[in-house]
């Protein structure tokens, strides 16, 4: 699998310090994605990618299925993944109150790595990958899911417009629409 730098220092954090936006995931991000799911002690309590990218094996079975996939690097070090967005076709495992909704089959994922954590760049970069995403499917809206005891996530996807569907299973269940952000 190959990237596309598609901006050079278009995230910015903080402190101003400047993160790069690319489409794809190359080797070394790979790498990096197999580390950190197992490693990074957040995405291990809070998701299912210690599982989801167990083996190498596992991992390229998964990337292989229909996503799009969105890296954030620092500007300068195009290797170092700092995030990571994907979106996914998988259709919504909750009942919805309307059939629009019930049909929706975008599902949406962010990660933000220990590096880079605490830099107020959640928004920033969920912005950049849904205004690309809605180039190519302006009319789709995008569920996602997190764990109900994540509650900075939580708090993070409703600031930046989700709304809140459901709960199963110890999951809450939230969709945005094309334009609310």
């Known amino acids: 699998m190959t990237s596309k730098l598609l901006c050079a220092g278009c995230v910015v954090d903080q402190n101003n310090q400047p993160y790069s936006f690319w489409q794809g995931l190359n080797e070394a991000h790979q790498q990096q994605l197999l580390e950190f799911s197992q490693n990074d002690q957040e995405i291990v309590e809070n998701t299912?990618?210690?599982?989801?990218?167990?083996?190498?094996?596992?991992?390229?079975?998964?990337?292989?299925?229909?996503?799009?996939?969105?890296?954030?690097?620092?500007?300068?070090?195009?290797?170092?993944?700092?995030?990571?967005?994907?979106?996914s076709q998988e259709p919504l495992p909750i009942e919805a109150d309307d059939q629009a909704t019930q049909k929706v089959h975008w599902t949406f994922a962010v990660r933000l790595y220990q590096r880079a954590r605490g830099r107020h760049l959640s928004s920033a970069y969920m912005k950049k990958a849904f205004e690309h995403f809605w180039l190519h499917s302006p009319t789709e809206p995008v569920w996602l899911s997190t764990k109900a005891t994540n509650t900075i996530a939580q708090k993070i996807y409703e600031?930046?417009?989700?709304?809140?569907?459901?709960?199963?299973?110890?999951?809450?269940?939230?969709?945005?629409?094309?334009?609310?952000?």
Do not use: C, H
């Open 48 to 87: 299912g990618d210690a599982t989801r990218f167990a083996t190498p094996e596992k991992m390229n079975e998964w990337l292989s299925g229909p996503r799009i996939f969105y890296v954030l690097t620092p500007k300068e070090k195009p290797n170092e993944m700092s995030g990571l967005i994907w979106f």
């Open 159 to 181: 600031k930046f417009g989700f709304s809140l569907l459901g709960e199963k299973d110890g999951r809450l269940f939230y969709i945005l629409q094309p334009k609310s952000i």
